[in-house]
């Protein structure tokens, strides 16, 4: 059974039926991943594009090994050496594309809304991997598959988003998704870092770091957008690290089977202490692995594949 609808923008518009829908299959392509060989015929002769606008490591690769382990036909298009450099449209760039026989792009823009527009232009599926400060909804469900996984379940859990949440779309993915599934979630930062509407979306917001790790069941810390900070909105990294950043002592609050998550690429000495990011609550590296697993998930759904 495939998605009933044919692209994935944000978890904000997903169904809690879609969203366990795409944990469920991610499950089983999880174990793909686990294989020797790992190639399955399941996405045979489709084909797919990754177009990036920004830069990007993990979400990127994972896409294109997603692809790849489907047995999909992957292109990758450098926006630095491609026809945007002369001037073209996204619109343009993609339907030209698409004529080419491509069936699903992934796309990730500095502009929120741009995979929106784009699948409201085209007939082939968009995968949104990241829209400026608005939604990654991929990351938002690998966060989630990693929590299910190790959690049993959302009801009744309590996730402390800590940092930059103004500037975060990870954050928005996963309040979103969180939410929906029944789980408590509360944010904190800088006040300078927090946005304004954080109780339109249900959660509770907090200056104080420690209010928000006090008995969380999950720890998941953002990455400070250093890009982003030439706007005066914090006095100096110090200042972030000690009042902000997550230590072994301010881990100490949450729960004894918390889990530490982070988004990545993290900021080692600012956001978090190298003691967390590889000590025994980290999950970190599994968020990587789930990565692939669920955008394989998304890309199977999307494109109707057959049984892996």
């Given at each position: 059974?495939?998605?009933?609808?044919?692209?994935?923008?944000?978890?904000?518009?997903?169904?809690?039926?879609?969203?366990?829908?795409?944990?469920?299959?991610?499950?089983?392509?999880?174990?793909?991943?686990?294989?020797?060989?790992?190639?399955?015929?399941?996405?045979?002769?489709?084909?797919?594009?990754?177009?990036?606008?920004?830069?990007?490591?993990?979400?990127?690769?994972?896409?294109?090994?997603?692809g790849?382990?489907?047995?999909?036909?992957?292109?990758?298009?450098?926006?630095?050496?491609s026809?945007?450099?002369?001037?073209?449209?996204?619109?343009?760039?993609?339907?030209?594309?698409?004529?080419?026989?491509?069936?699903?792009?992934?796309?990730?823009?500095?502009?929120?809304?741009?995979?929106?527009?784009?699948?409201?232009?085209v007939?082939?599926?968009?995968?949104?991997?990241?829209?400026?400060?608005?939604?990654?909804?991929?990351?938002?469900?690998?966060?989630?598959?990693?929590?299910?996984?190790?959690?049993?379940?959302f009801?009744?859990?309590?996730?402390?988003?800590?940092?930059?949440?103004?500037?975060?779309?990870?954050?928005r993915?996963?309040?979103?998704?969180?939410?929906?599934?029944?789980?408590?979630v509360?944010?904190?930062?800088p006040?300078?870092?927090?946005p304004?509407?954080?109780?339109?979306?249900?959660?509770?917001?907090?200056?104080?770091?420690?209010?928000?790790?006090?008995?969380?069941?999950?720890?998941?810390?953002?990455?400070l957008?250093?890009?982003?900070?030439?706007k005066?909105?914090?006095?100096?990294?110090?200042?972030?690290t000690?009042?902000?950043?997550?230590?072994?002592?301010?881990?100490?609050?949450?729960?004894?089977?918390?889990?530490?998550?982070?988004?990545?690429?993290?900021?080692?000495?600012?956001?978090?202490?190298?003691?967390?990011?590889?000590g025994?609550?980290?999950v970190?590296?599994?968020?990587?692995?789930?990565?692939?697993?669920?955008?394989?998930?998304?890309?199977?759904?999307?494109?109707?594949?057959?049984?892996?």
């Open positions: 059974m495939g998605l009933k609808r044919k692209d994935v923008l944000g978890l904000e518009e997903l169904a809690a039926g879609e969203i366990t829908l795409i944990l469920d299959t991610a499950e089983s392509m999880k174990d793909i991943i686990t294989r020797t060989i790992k190639k399955v015929p399941a996405l045979r002769g489709r084909t797919m594009l990754t177009l990036f606008y920004e830069p990007s490591t993990r979400t990127r690769t994972s896409f294109e090994l997603a790849k382990y489907l047995s999909a036909d992957v292109t990758s298009i450098a926006t630095a050496t026809s945007v450099t002369k001037g073209e449209t996204l619109k343009d760039t993609v339907r030209n594309i698409e004529v080419m026989g491509t069936e699903l792009v992934v796309m990730r823009h500095p502009a929120g809304g741009a995979p929106h527009f784009l699948a409201q232009r007939k082939a599926a968009v995968v949104n991997a990241g829209d400026g400060m608005h939604e990654h909804p991929t990351q938002g469900l690998l966060d989630m598959l990693t929590i299910r996984q190790r959690k049993g379940g009801k009744g859990l309590r996730v402390a988003i800590i940092g930059d949440i103004y500037h975060s779309r990870v954050a993915s996963d309040i979103w998704g969180l939410r929906k599934m029944g789980a408590e509360v944010v904190a930062g006040s300078t870092l927090l304004p509407f954080a109780e339109e979306l249900g959660v509770k917001a907090s200056t104080r770091v420690e209010e928000a790790l006090e008995g969380a069941d999950v720890v998941n810390v953002l990455r957008q250093l890009e982003r900070q030439q005066g909105l914090l006095p100096t990294l110090r200042e972030y000690r009042r902000w950043g997550v230590d072994r002592e301010r881990l100490a609050l949450a729960k004894r089977d918390a889990l530490l998550m982070h988004p990545g690429p993290m900021n080692r000495g600012v956001e978090i202490t190298t003691e967390v990011a590889d025994p609550h980290s970190i590296l599994d968020q990587v692995t789930n990565g692939v697993a669920v955008r394989m998930a998304i890309l199977f759904l999307l494109l109707g594949g057959e049984a892996a």
